[in-house]
C-alpha cells in the first residue's frame, strides 16, 4: 500500500510540474530560435531599426513596436473606461436581475474567437471608417477599437473583484456621512480599489499586445510608422503571422526574435502584476 | 465650493453607467447577430456536411469540421489528466509550500502567453524538432498546452470546495490519499472539473493563431493523427483574408458562433450546478 | 508513570501512556495515562477545548494529517505500539472506528455509504457487501427505517438517521474500539436515546469511547468515565463512583454544573 501511495504521488508531481516545464520549453525553443539572430544584429539596432526588409537583410522591428504601442494604449482609452465603467456597474448599480445577464453576456464576449471580432471590423468598422472619418479605413483606429472591445471582459471581471473586494463599510460609512452614492464610488470604493483595477488594466493591456488575428485584419499591416490614427501599421504580433507562412532561414529567425520580444514583455507584465496581485491577496 | 448639485452628478453618473453597461452589451448583440444573420442562411445540410471545392468558395466545410473535432478531442485527451493531475497533486499532496508556488506561478504565466507564441513553439517544437510535421498530433499538442492552465484553474478550485469532512471521514475509515481522492474527492468536484473542461473546448474552438502553425491548412479531410488538417476558425480566417467568398465565410462564422454560444451556456449552467450542489 | 491495571487484571485495550499532544505552542493534552478496557464503554468529559477530541484523534492516528501537530508518549493497542514506524495506519484505523460530532455522511448513497470502508479494503462480492450492511445497519438500530431505500442518497435522511449511518459505517469494517466524539450534539432526545441504546447493545462486540461534554449522558451511557480539564486527566474511575464521590474538586465542580 505504501509503495502504491509513493508512486502515485511521485507521477501526480511529475503531472504537476507539465506547466512549468512547458513555460520553460516555450521559453527555451523560441529563444534557441530567435536569440541568435538578435546578437548578430545587435540589439539595439533590431529594436529600433526603421527598416523591415527581411529578405533585404534589413531587420529593423521599430515600425511594429511602434504599431503595437500604439494600438495597445488606444485598446486602453477606449475599453478601460469602459470596461471599469461596466465593472462599477456589475458590482453597485445593476440590480440582481439585470446583473445576471449581463455578466453572462460578458463572458460570452470572451468567447468570440477573434477572427470574428476581425472580420466584423473588416466588413463594417473599417468602410465605416473609410467613408465618415479618413484615410483607408485600414488603420490603427479601426485595430483600437476592436482591441478595446475585445479587453472588456478581462478588465471587467477583474475590476469588478476588485471593486467586490472592498469591504461593504467603507461605502456604508460614506453614505452615513452624507455622501451620494456615486459620491461613495469615486471617493472611497475605486481608490480602494485602485490596486486590482491598475492590475486589470495591465492584464488587460497584456491582452491587447498578444492579440493577433482581429488585428491583422483591420490594421492595414503597412510596414511604416504611422503619424497619425488613419494611418496603417503593423504590429509585433501581424508581423510574425502574417510572414510564418513562407519564411524561411534569417527571415525565419527574425520573426522568432520578434516573438521573443513580445515573450519578453509580456512576462515582466505578467510576473509584475502576479507579484503585486499576489501580495495584496496576501496582505488582505 | 460645490458648483453642480451632487445629486445631479450621481443621476448623471448612473445614466453613465447604465449606457457604458448597454454600450458593452450592444456590441455583443450587433456582433452575434451580425454574424447569425448573414451567416445562418448559408448554413445548409449541404454546407455541414460537403467538402470545400475552389479552395472553399463553394461546397462545403466538413473536413474542417473534422478537423476541428480531431485537434480538439487531443488536446483534451491530454490537457485534462495533467491539469486535473496537477490540482489534486496541489491540494492533496503538496507538502512543500514552495514547490506549490512555483508550479501556481508557472501556470499563471503560461495563461498569460499569447496564441501567436503558442504558434511559434508549436511550430518550432512539435512541427519541426519532433518531426510531427503539420498535424491534428501537433495542433492538439500544441492547444493542451494552451488550455492545461484553464483546466487546472478550474479543477483546484472545484478540488478545493469539497468539505474537508468528507476527506476526514474517508482518512478515519484507513483509506489511502489516493482512494480518498478517487471514491470522494473527485466525484464530489466533477461538476467544476467539467465546467473547466468544457471552457477549454471552447477556447480550443476559437484558436486560430496557434493551430494555423502546427495543423496547417490542409484542405483534405483528416484520416489520422497525422493528417495535416485545417480548422474552421482557421478556414474562416483564410476565406476572409484572401475575400474567397463572403457568404461562406459568414456562414463559416456562424457555425463557430452557434457552437460556441452552446458551449458557454453550457459552461454557465454546469457552473450554477456546482454551485448549487456545494450549497 | 507507569500505566495503572485495571482493577480486574485484564489487560487493557488501549494502553495511554503519558501522551502529550501539542499544536505549534497550544498544549493540548498534557501527559495523559489512561486504560481502555475491553467491551467497556469509557466516558471522556470535561469542558470544551479540555483537549477530547484530541485524545480520540491522537488514538486512531488521524492528528498525522495534522502538520502542526506534535505528539509524545505512547499508544498500545492490544500491546502494539500504534506509533511504530513500521505500523499500518491504515489498519489502525479500520480497527479504531470513529464517528464524528456533526453526521457526516458522504455524499452517495446510503448503500454506498455503509460499505465505503469494505470497498476501500477490497471487497467486492456484491453478496458479502449485502450481508455486512445489513448487519451493520441492525447494529446501529437504523435497519427497519433504511431497509426499503438503501440506495437513495443518504444526505435526505435525518440528522439522527444521518449519525446513525454514520455508526453503522464504521460498524460494517468490524472494528475492534468504535470512538465517538459528540455524537448526539445536534440531535433530538429521541435520537440521542436511541443511540445510547445502540451503544450498551454493541459494547458486548466492541471497546466503545464515548466524548461528551454532556455530564447527564456521561452519567447515563457509560461505564467507566474520564475527566479531562485543559488537557490535564484530573481523575478516571467507574462512573457511579465518578459521580457520587469524585476526589478531585474540580471534578465535583464540573459535575455539578458549575462550569463547562
Keep these: ?284 | 465650493m460645490r458648483r453642480v448639485n451632487p445629486e445631479v452628478t450621481h443621476r448623471a453618473a448612473s445614466v453613465g453607467l447604465w449606457l457604458s453597461a448597454g454600450l458593452a452589451l450592444a456590441v455583443l448583440a450587433y456582433i452575434i447577430g451580425l454574424v447569425l444573420v448573414r451567416g445562418l442562411p448559408a448554413v445548409t445540410p449541404h454546407f455541414l456536411l460537403a467538402s470545400p471545392e475552389r479552395m472553399g468558395r463553394a461546397g462545403g466545410i466538413f473536413p474542417t469540421i473534422v478537423g476541428t473535432l480531431f485537434v480538439t478531442t487531443v488536446a483534451l485527451l491530454v490537457a485534462t489528466p495533467l491539469g486535473v493531475g496537477t490540482a489534486i497533486y496541489l491540494t492533496e499532496y503538496a507538502r512543500i509550500g514552495r514547490l506549490a508556488a512555483v508550479i501556481r506561478f508557472g501556470a499563471e504565466c503560461l495563461a498569460g502567453v499569447p496564441s501567436i507564441i503558442f504558434g511559434l513553439f508549436g511550430f518550432i517544437f512539435f512541427v519541426i524538432t519532433l518531426q510531427l510535421g503539420w498535424s491534428v498530433l501537433s495542433g492538439g499538442l500544441t492547444l493542451a498546452v494552451m488550455v492545461l492552465p484553464t483546466i487546472m484553474r478550474t479543477a483546484e478550485e472545484a478540488i478545493k470546495a469539497v468539505p474537508a469532512s468528507y476527506r476526514e471521514v474517508s482518512y478515519s475509515m484507513g483509506a489511502t490519499t489516493w482512494q480518498t481522492v478517487t471514491r470522494v474527492v473527485v466525484p464530489a468536484a466533477l461538476p467544476g472539473i467539467v465546467t473547466g473542461i468544457v471552457l477549454a473546448v471552447g477556447r480550443s474552438v476559437g484558436e486560430t493563431a496557434a493551430t494555423l502553425f502546427t495543423a496547417g491548412a490542409s484542405l483534405r479531410l483528416p484520416t489520422s493523427l497525422l493528417s495535416p488538417t485545417r480548422t474552421m476558425a482557421v478556414h474562416f480566417y483564410i476565406l476572409a483574408r484572401e475575400g474567397l467568398s463572403e457568404t461562406h465565410a459568414y456562414g463559416t462564422a456562424a457555425v463557430l458562433v452557434v457552437l460556441i454560444l452552446a458551449i458557454n451556456t453550457l459552461a454557465n449552467w454546469l457552473m450554477l450546478r456546482f454551485r448549487a450542489k456545494t450549497q | 508513570m507507569t500505566v495503572p491495571e485495571s482493577a480486574e487484571g485484564r489487560p487493557a485495550k488501549i494502553e495511554i501512556a503519558e501522551l502529550r499532544v501539542s499544536y505549534g505552542d497550544v498544549h493540548a493534552l498534557r501527559g495523559v495515562s489512561l486504560p481502555v478496557h475491553p467491551n467497556e464503554i469509557l466516558g471522556i468529559t470535561g469542558p470544551s477545548g479540555s483537549g477530547k477530541t484530541t485524545l480520540l484523534r491522537t488514538l486512531n492516528r488521524l492528528n498525522d494529517r495534522v502538520r502542526t501537530a506534535r505528539t509524545s508518549g505512547q499508544v498500545l493497542l492490544d500491546g502494539e505500539d500504534v506509533y511504530d514506524p513500521e505500523a499500518d495506519v491504515y489498519d489502525l484505523r479500520r480497527r479504531m472506528g470513529m464517528v464524528f460530532a456533526l453526521p457526516t455522511p458522504l455524499p452517495k448513497s446510503i448503500f454506498e455509504n455503509i460499505v465505503y470502508g469494505l470497498r476501500i479494503a477490497g471487497v467486492r462480492d456484491h453478496r458479502v457487501l449485502r450481508e455486512e450492511a445489513e448487519r451493520a445497519l441492525r447494529g446501529a438500530i437504523l435497519w427497519d427505517e433504511v431497509k426499503d431505500r438503501l440506495h437513495e442518497p443518504a444526505m435526505r435522511l435525518s440528522g439522527g438517521q444521518q449519525q446513525r449511518l454514520c455508526i453503522a459505517r464504521t460498524l460494517a469494517q468490524r472494528p475492534e474500539v468504535v470512538m465517538l466524539d459528540e455524537p448526539c450534539s445536534g440531535l433530538d432526545p429521541i435520537s440521542t436515546l436511541k443511540i445510547e441504546q445502540a451503544l450498551q447493545a454493541l459494547k458486548e462486540r466492541y471497546t466503545i469511547i464515548l466524548v461528551s461534554h454532556n455530564v447527564q449522558q456521561a452519567s447515563r451511557a457509560t461505564d467507566r468515565t474520564a475527566f479531562l480539564l485543559m488537557g490535564e486527566l484530573i481523575e478516571w474511575g467507574p462512573t457511579a463512583e465518578m459521580f457520587t464521590r469524585p476526589k478531585d474538586p474540580r471534578t465535583a465542580d464540573f459535575f455539578e454544573g458549575r462550569f463547562g
Design chain 1, 1 to 284: 500500500m505504501k509503495a502504491k501511495e509513493w508512486l502515485i504521488e511521485r507521477a501526480l508531481l511529475l503531472m504537476a510540474l507539465s506547466a512549468v516545464t512547458s513555460l520553460a520549453l516555450i521559453a527555451i525553443f523560441v529563444l534557441a530560435q530567435g536569440l541568435p539572430i538578435m546578437l548578430r544584429e545587435g540589439l539595439g539596432s533590431f529594436l529600433l531599426g526603421h527598416r523591415w526588409a527581411p529578405t533585404k537583410h534589413a531587420f529593423g522591428i521599430l515600425p511594429m513596436m511602434v504599431g503595437s504601442t500604439c494600438v495597445t494604449l488606444g485598446a486602453l482609452a477606449l475599453g478601460g473606461p469602459l470596461g471599469v465603467a461596466c465593472s462599477v456597474f456589475l458590482a453597485e448599480v445593476a440590480p440582481r436581475r439585470v446583473a445576471d445577464v449581463v455578466r453572462p453576456a460578458i463572458q460570452l464576449l470572451a468567447g468570440i474567437p477573434s477572427v470574428v471580432f476581425g472580420f466584423v471590423g473588416i466588413t463594417v468598422l473599417v468602410p465605416l471608417i473609410r467613408n465618415h472619418i479618413g484615410g483607408p479605413g485600414l488603420s490603427v483606429l479601426a485595430a483600437a477599437i476592436i482591441l478595446g472591445v475585445m479587453i472588456l471582459p478581462t478588465v471587467i471581471s477583474i475590476s469588478q473583484d476588485a471593486i467586490e473586494a472592498v469591504p461593504r463599510t467603507y461605502k456604508e460609512a460614506a453614505l452615513a456621512l452624507g455622501c451620494t452614492p456615486w459620491q461613495a464610488i469615486t471617493r472611497v470604493i475605486l481608490p480602494a480599489a485602485r490596486p486590482g483595477i491598475t492590475a486589470a488594466l495591465v492584464l488587460g493591456m497584456g491582452r491587447a499586445i498578444g492579440e493577433t488575428m482581429a488585428v491583422i485584419m483591420v490594421i492595414g499591416n503597412a510596414v511604416k510608422i504611422p503619424h497619425s490614427l488613419l494611418d496603417p501599421a503593423r504590429t509585433l504580433t501581424g508581423s510574425i503571422a502574417m510572414e510564418m507562412g513562407y519564411a524561411s532561414g534569417e527571415h525565419r529567425e527574425a520573426l522568432f526574435a520578434t516573438g521573443v520580444v513580445l515573450f519578453v514583455f509580456i512576462m515582466v507584465l505578467n510576473t509584475i502584476v502576479n507579484l503585486r496581485l499576489g501580495r495584496r491577496r496576501e496582505a488582505s
